[in-house]
């Protein structure tokens, strides 16, 4: 167990709809990174914040957004889904923003867009 | 981005040590070799990183080599719940855009009984 926990674990939805994501940070960390594992892009980051500022983006699509509010949990709201989104997104988390630190991962969702 | 090579599977049996390798020729001398593993259905998990020289943890151990253009995970004694798929990554501490992990396919390590 990573400590860092995410919810729901499963999520079915349909096409055109919007979904919110949730990840609680491990206690005292401060970054929390998005990816998203799909089976032909494999694993790749979308988004990360720090002490609820964005930090950095990756290949996060325009209909995705993310937040880090004031007590360190994220969110990652998702949409206008495409079926492509479906995927598993992980959110993990670290002590700081240092490029060096350890990034432990929560368990996904996994999201089903039909 | 520096760039590692792992080959796409490997097989072993349990109880039996396990030495996964990765290539990594454009290293620079800043950059840190990270072990990262995803277990099945699961989000990965932090193995193990080094520098020049070789680590060891509770789970595995790093051997870099001297020229630090390779590294190799090593298990020493594979149990079925390592069979994961094993990623290699290259980061470098020293500022830039090195705050994500960069994931390529890894190794999916196989565990025999």
């Known amino acids: 167990d990573s400590g860092v926990t995410q919810t729901p674990k499963h999520l079915i939805t349909a096409t055109g709809q919007r979904v919110t994501l949730r990840c609680s940070p491990r206690s005292g960390d401060l970054s929390v990174y998005w990816y998203q594992q799909s089976l032909d892009q494999g694993l790749q980051f979308l988004i990360q914040?720090?002490?609820?500022?964005?930090?950095a983006k990756g290949n996060i699509l325009e209909r995705f957004s993310a937040q880090q509010f004031p007590d360190l949990h994220s969110e990652l709201n998702l949409s206008s889904l495409e079926l492509g989104d479906s995927a598993l997104y992980f959110c993990?988390?670290?002590?700081?923003?240092?490029?060096?630190?350890?990034?432990?991962f929560g368990p996904g969702t996994r999201l089903t867009v039909l | 981005d520096a760039k590692t090579t792992q080959p796409n599977s490997m097989e072993s049996n349990e109880e039996e040590p396990v030495h996964l390798p990765c290539n990594h020729s454009?290293?620079?001398?800043?950059?840190?070799i990270h072990w990262y593993r995803q277990l099945p259905s699961q989000g990965p998990e932090y193995v193990i990183h080094?520098?020049?020289s070789n680590v060891n943890n509770r789970m595995a151990s790093l051997a870099i080599a001297e020229d630090r253009k390779s590294s190799t995970l090593i298990l020493h004694r594979a149990t079925l719940r390592d069979a994961a798929v094993y990623y290699c990554?290259?980061?470098?501490?020293?500022?830039?855009?090195?705050?994500?992990?960069?994931f390529g396919k890894g190794t999916l390590l196989t565990v025999n009984p």
């Open positions: 990554i290259l980061r470098d501490p020293s500022g830039g855009s090195n705050y994500k992990l960069t």
């Open positions: 993990a988390s670290s002590l700081t923003s240092a490029e060096s630190d350890t990034q432990y």
């Open positions: 080094g520098l020049t």
């Open positions: 454009t290293i620079s001398g800043t950059d840190y």
């Open positions: 914040y720090y002490n609820g500022e964005e930090r």
